[in-house]
T-cell receptor, first 117, second 112 residues
Framework: KQEVTQIPAALSVPEGENLVLNCSFTDSAIYNLQWFRQDPGKGLTSLLLIQSSQREQTSGRLNASLDKSSGRSTLYIAASQPGDSATYLCAVRPAKAGGTSYGKLTFGQGTILTVHP | GAVVSQHPSRVICKSGTSVKIECRSLDFQATTMFWYRQFPKQSLMLMATSNEGSKATYEQGVEKDKFLINHASLTLSTLTVTSAHPEDSSFYIC????????FGSGTRLTVV
């Protein structure tokens, strides 16, 4: 059974700092990994999607890396801003087609990020 | 980009009544939709997988008679919480698959 762990559970930093959020997963047979942002009481917004064959993806100040063999992904946030405050979730999609888990995402518990001015 | 619309965003209902939540993919066809439940400060728990034109597949421990899922078209899936009780109060989120996953904005259900 796939398990996804995110570290740290919470992070509070001053504005301007560069951040690293960590995500690890136990089963390396993944199709892709996705990072999401969730604001309080809201749905999820997709930030970055990394296919299993890719090593990293970048979007603006965000960079996500994937090391499938070691079961790790990191989300790097450059020059953090108060508007980045939210919960960040990583989720993995299994690679095995046809099984009962096909297409089902497994989420980590999330990292609650607070960036203060 | 892909957009998934979920309604209502908030609903308060009396114990024993039923509530329907809608999830629509606005600009793409979703053969598969997923329904999640999220408790405060916890991650998302998959409740069921909804496939267009067929019965939903429920995760272990989810009561299919309480959480009725219908996926009658490629753009609409509904979740009905039947005979709701206070313990059903939660945040419910749908998502549709199109390569990656697009999520609705969620529904905060409060049963009083």
């Amino acid at each position: 059974k796939q398990e996804v762990t995110q570290i740290p559970a919470a992070l509070s930093v001053p504005e301007g700092e560069n951040l690293v959020l960590n995500c690890s997963f136990t089963d390396s047979a993944i199709y892709n990994l996705q990072w999401f942002r969730q604001d309080p009481g809201k749905g999820l917004t997709s930030l970055l999607l990394i296919q299993s064959s890719q090593r990293e993806q970048t979007s603006g100040r965000l960079n996500a890396s994937l090391d499938k063999s070691s079961g790790r992904s990191t989300l790097y946030i450059a020059a953090s801003q108060p508007g980045d405050s939210a919960t960040y979730l990583c989720a993995v999609r299994p690679a095995k087609a046809g099984g009962t888990s096909y297409g089902k995402l497994t989420f980590g518990q999330g990292t609650i990020l607070t960036v203060h001015p | 980009g892909a957009v998934v619309s979920q309604h209502p965003s908030r609903v308060i209902c009396k114990s024993g009544t039923s509530v329907k939540i809608e999830c629509r993919s606005l600009d793409f066809q979703a053969t598969t939709m997923f329904w999640y439940r999220q408790f405060p400060k916890q991650s998302l728990m998959l409740m069921a997988t909804s496939n267009e034109g067929s019965k939903a597949t429920y995760e272990q421990g989810v009561e299919k008679d309480k959480f009725l899922i219908n996926h009658a078209s490629l753009t609409l899936s509904t979740l009905t919480v039947t005979s709701a009780h206070p313990e059903d109060s939660s945040f419910y989120i749908c998502s549709a698959s199109r390569g990656g996953y697009t999520f609705g904005s969620g529904t905060r259900l409060t049963v009083v």
